[in-house]
C-alpha cells in the first residue's frame, strides 16, 4: 500500500532532503546538490520565493520505506505574466514504479485544484535558476553542479500520469580551441567600433557587483523575460542569487559589454565544474569539503556556462561575438579543456548558433512537461 504524506516537521524534512542520495548512491552520473543549500531553498525564513510562492511537499512510503518525493509551487510572479493558473512540480524522484509516480503527481495535482490552479506543469523551480527539465536524452553523461539527473523510467511514469512536452533544452559540450577564430575576431573588432561598444572595468569582485549588479538584472530582465518559465527578479531575489553565487563567480570567467554610456548590453558568465568535488562530499559541507571546493573554483579544467545574455535588439548586430572573443580568450589563458553549455531552450537558435564556430556535441535533452486539470 503506497502512502502520501505531506511534509511538515524537520524530520520529515530530512527524509525529503536526503531520499536521492540514497535512491542514487552508486551512481556516478548524478551529481548531488549542496544538502544546506536544499535546506535553505525550502526555508521560508531563508529562501524569499516564499514571499511570491506558496509550496507544499509529499513524501510517498511503501512498506514503511520512503520511495518518492515531490513539491508542488504555486509561483505567483509568473502566473501573473504568463495570464495563467499554474502550480510548477520540483523535485520529483522516485523509484520505478508506476502507482507511486501516479500518488505523488495526482498529491500536487489535487492541491493545485484546491488552489484554484488548472495546470500543472514541470520539473521547474522557484525560478530558472533554480533546477528546472526532466532529463529524457543523455544518460551516460556526468550532470553539472547546477543541474538535476535522473533515471531514464522518469519520463514513462510521468508520461503514464498523462503529461505531455511542452518545451524541450539542450545542452552542448564545447572543446575549447587553442586561439580564437579569425572570423569572431574580426566580427568583434567591426561591431565594438560601430556602436561605440567597450568590455566593462574588472578591478575586483566586489567592486564589479557594486557598480553592475543592478543593471545586470535589468539585462536579464529585458533578455530572458519573454522565455518559458522565467520568473521577474524581485530586489530581494536580486540579492540572494548574488549571495548564492559569489563564491563561484570569477571574473576571469565572464564578459560584460557596456555602450559608450556604460550601460550593460551583453553579458556572459561561466563557472568551474563543481560536479566531482561534490561528489566526493555527497553534497555535504565540511571543512575538507570546503577547502576541496575552493581549490576546484581556483583552477578549474571544465567550466559549466551559466548564461549568456544579450540585449534585445543587438543579436543581430553581431555583439555574440564580443562576449565569445572575451571568454574564449580568458578560457584559453586559463587552460580550460571543454565547457557545459548547460540548458538552451531548443527554438533559442540565437545562442544555439554561437556552438556552431565550435567543435562541439549535442549530448544531453531536457523537458518540461504539461498536464491540464479538468
Known sequence: MIEIVEVKNKKDRKKFIDFPTKLYKGVKQYVHPLRMSEFELFNPKKNVSFEDCDVVYYLAYKDGEVVGRIAGILQKLYNKKSNEKRVRFTRFDCINDKEVAKALLSSVENWAKKMGMNIVHGPMGFNDLDREGLLVEGFDEVATFEEAYNFAYYKDLIENCGYQKEVDW????????????????????????????KNAEKTSKKAFIKKYAKQIFKLLDDAYGPLYGVVPYTDKLRKQIIDQFKL???????????????????????????????????????????????????????????????????????????????????????????????????????????????????????????????
Not at 170 to 192: C, G, H, Q, W, Y
Not at 283 to 302: C, D, E, H, M, Y
Open 248 to 374: 563561484f563567480i570569477s571574473l576571469d570567467y565572464m564578459s560584460l559589454i557596456v555602450d559608450e554610456n556604460d550601460e550593460p548590453i551583453a553579458w556572459g558568465f561561466a563557472i568551474p565544474s563543481l560536479s566531482e568535488v561534490i561528489n566526493k562530499c555527497e553534497g555535504r559541507l565540511t571543512l575538507k569539503s570546503i577547502f576541496q571546493i575552493l581549490k576546484a573554483v581556483k583552477k578549474p579544467s571544465q567550466l559549466d556556462l551559466a548564461l549568456i545574455a544579450v540585449k534585445p535588439g543587438w543579436h543581430s548586430k553581431g555583439v555574440p561575438a564580443l562576449i565569445m572573443r572575451e571568454m574564449v580568450q580568458s578560457f584559453i589563458k586559463h587552460k580550460i579543456k571543454s565547457c557545459e553549455t548547460n540548458l538552451n531552450l531548443e527554438d533559442n537558435l540565437h545562442i544555439i548558433q554561437l556552438w556552431k564556430n565550435y567543435e562541439h556535441r549535442q549530448h544531453k535533452r531536457r523537458r518540461a512537461y504539461v498536464k491540464y486539470l479538468n
Open 170 to 197: 539542450i545542452e552542448f559540450n564545447i572543446i575549447m580551441p587553442s586561439e580564437v577564430d579569425e572570423k569572431t575576431s574580426r566580427v568583434a573588432d567591426l561591431v565594438k567600433q560601430r556602436y561605440h561598444l
